[in-house]
């Protein structure tokens, strides 16, 4: 994650946009009063509100949850692919 004022940000936008875009990048952008920003892909963005929805329900969250920590000891159980 790299940190930039704004007036660094805009001399070289089209630069920044394509890091983040193209290297999944993350940048915080400092502005005044505090009113700093994060800017992120698009992709990154529903990523994370994809999970935020898989995380929101304690019943899904607790099955999830426990499905990775199966997955940590070596419990999980492999599966062919469905052809459809």
């Known amino acids: 994650m790299q940190v930039v004022n704004y007036s660094e ?15 999944n990048d993350m940048i915080v952008i400092n502005r005044s009063e505090n009113k700093n920003v994060v800017l992120i892909s698009l ?10 929805h898989l995380l929101s329900s304690e019943n899904n969250r607790n099955r999830l949850m426990s499905a990775v920590e199966r997955a940590n000891w070596g419990e999980q159980e492999d599966h062919d692919l469905i052809d459809e």
């Open 43 to 52: 992709r990154e963005y529903n990523s994370l509100k994809e999970t935020l």
């Open 9 to 23: 940000f805009r001399r070289s936008m089209k630069a920044k946009l394509d890091q983040v875009s193209d290297d």
